[in-house]
């Protein structure tokens, strides 16, 4: 990206698209961002304030925010509001979509991720441009056992969860577009993206963030009970495996990556995996967690364990709690990233191991506010 495009971004108060947003605006680009409505805050303010608290952004005369809705054909908007964005956009970022889980949500998943992206292509095609960015997951591979390649979308895989379906639905139309000549799109696959790799802060508390916050709140259960605060013994098995791993990036490398990517002219039309060269072992991430909420006796089983010993109360009600996580702490695909590690060779943008120091920093950022917020 040259300095000065006009770009419209949807998606601009969620997690990646408020930190991309804010990444836009210091960099010199006007942002046209596209949000719905709220009955109780006008949408620019509603924006203006995530951005702030986001990335500290202060000045706002590059921004425009129109309400709209991706799942509506035309993206909701006004006849008057699409002839002005159509006319002044130079390119599209794609970062809405539903990201919740749960199969009773299934059709309106699909309508958010597929029909919006859907949307979001037919408008991309009446630019002058026809330029998408557009923000996918990893876990479009699905259950898979082998290496998911950038180069690949579907190749029969199943899917853990309609989210994982949807998303992989919404690149194979885009992929069509392309390879009819309709857009130029560019595709970024995130794997678990976490807080900022320096400071630990995140903005939004999805997938790990989950887990941590029902652990925590087990936890202030029992030393409500307790005479004396300390280390809490907690027989709790959990459903995984210990040397199966997770996939955490960073919200600034996913950030600093697309940005990056995005600027090369040889960038177009290409996949690119944002995901950590060394996935995590379960068996490394959960005790350091562990170790920071100060509580001893959780570990990780398989489902023998469960079939010699029926699970107690406590572990019935944690797994109907954590029934999405569990997918994951039993296997995730592994990702080749080689044509994103190419395109950031020489730029100094590198994915950070996760090492324990790395742990206390991220998670222990999101403990001290869960203890924060408790007092």
Sequence with gaps: MSVGKHILITGATGFLGSHLTGRLLQDGHRVTALARGSKNTPTRDRVKTVLRDVSGVSQFQNLEVFEGDISLPGLGLSHSAKKQILTTTDEV??????????????????????????????????TSSRRL???????????????ALETEIHVGQTFKNAYEESKCRAELLVAEEQRKGTITASVYRPSIVIGHSKSGRVTHFHGVYAFIRALWSALERLRRRMPEAGVVKLPLRVLGTETQTLNFVPIDYVVDSMFEISRRP??????????????????????????????????????????KTPM????????????????????????????????????GIECPPVTAEFIDRVAGWYVDLLNARAI
């Design 133 to 147: 960015q557009h923000v996918s997951t990893a876990y479009i591979a699905g259950n898979r056992d082998d290496l």
């Design 312 to 347: 107690t109360k406590l572990e019935l009600l944690f797994q109907k709690q954590m029934a999405f996580y569990y997918q994951y702490l039993q296997g995730e695909p592994r990702f080749d990233c080689r044509r994103a590690l190419d395109a950031l060779r020489n730029t």
């Design 266 to 307: 040889n960038s177009a039309g290409g996949t690119y995996h944002l995901v950590n060269p060394a996935p995590t072992e379960n068996r490394m991430w959960l005790p350091n967690i562990c170790r920071l909420l100060h509580v001893e006796g959780i570990q990780l089983v398989g489902e023998h364990s469960f079939l």
């Design 93 to 126: 970022w794609h970062c809405a979509a539903s990201l919740s889980f749960q199969e009773e949500d299934r059709d309106e998943i699909f309508r958010m991720n597929v029909e919006g992206t859907r949307h979001v292509v037919e408008f991309v095609k009446q």
